[in-house]
């Protein structure tokens, strides 16, 4: 039997101040903006605004423009955009601490309400570890916080014995047009929908009916997007590509080396079996599948890494002989909370955030480069594309890896390591008239010993080529990933 419920003050501060940590981290650490894909989402927003539509075609690259393109985190990218209109990347910055913030907050809190002392600061900090990488300014950090209240909301049914309310529905709405993770939302309803079904004693029809109103409401809801029914099965498309090991977050985990995932996984298991934990089985099947996940795609690990602590909580306070604590909020740590979060998005606010050369952002390069040249058919560094639609030229690939297709992103990898006679006829194929890649990409190396290219600028963070050489075979570009 669990012990009372207790007054606990560390465990009312510890959910304020991880979010005031969190949100800290994403605003002042600039590693939040490495990620070459928030340029094109953002251009993505700027383009919807301008247009008052979303695009159904391909509106930025040189080499499938007008090919089909699902712009399913256009809600997200138009949210950029507009913080980016409001206070430049500062406000970018803020938008996307003011997520982590919000889901550090709802983590903390369901675990505080459970476990207290040694054991959530531990667990909050192993759950942070885990999400560092994934910190960056992309829709998926948006569409966190909706994760968390989804199944959060779907946990306080399940404890009140009854579905849903259909109001919830609502909120997948909103996160099918933010992210393409809204799909995860129906696995959970599922698993926890089955739940109230095998414990159901009676009346297991009522159970039935109401859960199943519950997804069906939630399933219409998720076709109320611009891309209706496609919206819907495009995120399985992308899972099935061949390509995605080819792409840094969607390898699987690495365990050569240790990491902050690998210590989180040994030290959960490590407590979980030598406490008996023990986990509902349906709640244990849902774990067992995000961990599948994690493990298969590095990006996935963010998501186990939100919703394990949620699950485990109470099991691991049964455990661990942990009371509960009492769920009330005290007005004065909230006024305090308050006026710490504004201080510290004032200071960020007043100081600007300039984009130099970093990971995935080629300033200096792009701006050394002539106007006439940058409207040129280029061959560039994936994780450059981004920054180029950002800068208005028209990259060969970028991020929209699932609008390019497997065999299109197939065989630009493999011109990247191709020899110098397969390279000319690839850039002769596609009309490319000048090149920027990493210094550490081995195309690098193959234009140099080419005397039909030469080196026009040259930094730690990309290096540049054109043409010198007239093309020998031009064929017409194709309008489609194919």
Known sequence: MRQASIESPARSLA?????????????????????????WHIATGDWILDHARVPHV??????????????????????????????????????FAAAIAAAAWLIVRRMSLAIGGVTLALASVLVFACMGGSLLARPHLLA????????LSLMSAREKNRAPPIVLALLMLVWANLHGGFVLGFAVAAAFGSEALLEARQDRGKVVRDWGLFGA??????????????????????????SLPGITEWRAADFAKPTAFEAALLITLFVCLWR?????????????????????????????????PLILAEPLAVALGHAPARARLNPGLLAASAAA???????????????????????AAVASL??????????????????????????????RSDMYGDAFTGRYFAAETAGQADLDRFLDRHGVAWTIFAPSNPIVATLDGDRGWRRIH??????VHQRVAPIYTVKVRPTSPG
């Open 15 to 39: 959910p304020a101040l991880a979010a005031l940590l969190l949100g800290a981290l994403v605003l002042f650490d600039a590693r939040a903006l490495n990620d070459g894909d928030t340029y």
């Open 58 to 95: 391909d509106v930025f690259s040189n080499s499938t423009a007008g090919a089909p393109w699902v712009a399913q985190e256009w809600l997200s990218e138009v949210l950029m955009a507009l913080a980016r209109r409001a206070a430049g990347w500062a406000g970018v910055v803020v938008l």
């Open 144 to 151: 966190l916080p909706v994760l968390l209240v989804w199944t």
């Open 217 to 242: 409401a939630s399933l219409l809801a998720a076709l109320v997007t611009p891309h209706g029914l496609t919206g819907l099965i495009y995120p399985f498309q992308v899972m099935t590509m061949t």
């Open 276 to 308: 008996g934990v023990r986990v509902p089985i349906l709640r244990l099947l849902l774990l067992l599948g995000l961990l599948h996940l994690a493990l298969q795609h590095s990006r996935h690990q963010l998501v186990l890494a939100a919703l394990a």
């Open 341 to 363: 979060a504004i201080g510290l998005l004032a200071v960020r606010l007043a100081l600007p955030v300039v984009r130099v050369d970093g990971l995935n952002s080629p300033v």
């Open 370 to 399: 002539p106007p006439q040249l940058l409207r040129q058919p280029v061959l560039n560094e994936y994780g450059f594309g981004g920054y180029l639609i950002f800068q208005g030229a028209r990259p060969f690939i970028d991020g």
């Open 458 to 463: 040259t930094d730690a963070t990309a290096v």
